[in-house]
């Protein structure tokens, strides 16, 4: 059922988007190494689900997925390499501990980060980030 409010004397509906959305699709990551990033998920367990390429800009597009979240890292030769609106992609894990051992060995944890606790939730959260090869920060998150 879609809402509505009043605004300045007239009725503004709002979409009800639960209705209409099942969650997440993807989150979009330029790139101007698209095989360094793709390598750096791997890394972490993603697997390829889809590679193209947009020939309208000619630049490679690869869909990365883990479990339900999907990544998708496209050439932009005048991306930035800097953070931006979205500040990070958390993924949800059930071992934080072993999770950050493996990151460390890996050589991906570029940021030096620990794992830190915040009192969120029922019971709290167990979390770190690292940062990707594109500037995206990447969080590793266990409920508690």
């Known amino acids: 059922m879609?809402?509505?409010?009043k605004d300045e004397q007239k009725e503004v509906k709002i979409m009800d988007l639960k209705n209409y959305s099942t969650g997440v699709?993807?989150?979009?990551?330029?790139?101007?190494d698209i095989d360094k990033t793709v390598e750096?998920?791997?890394?972490?367990?993603?697997?390829?689900a889809f590679e193209t390429v947009n020939e309208e800009a000619n630049e490679k597009v690869v869909f990365l997925k883990l479990g339900t979240l999907v990544v998708e890292t496209y050439e932009n030769h005048a991306a930035k390499m800097e953070h931006?609106?979205?500040d990070h992609v958390a993924l949800d894990v059930r071992d934080i501990e072993e999770i950050f051992q493996y990151?460390?060995?890996?050589?991906?944890?570029s940021t030096q980060d620990t794992i830190h606790f915040l009192p969120f939730?029922?019971?709290g959260v167990k979390f770190f980030t690292?940062?990707?090869?594109?500037?995206?920060?990447?969080?590793f998150s266990q409920y508690l």
Request: proline share 5%; aromatic share 12%; hydrophobic share 30%.
């Open 25 to 32: 699709q993807h989150i979009g990551i330029p790139t101007n």
């Open 130 to 139: 690292i940062e990707g090869p594109n500037k995206e920060k990447v969080e």
């Open 2 to 5: 879609n809402k509505s409010y």
């Open 121 to 123: 939730w029922e019971n």
């Open 84 to 86: 931006g609106a979205i």
């Open 103 to 109: 990151i460390n060995e890996a050589g991906l944890n």
């Open 40 to 48: 750096f998920y791997h890394k972490l367990g993603f697997e390829t």
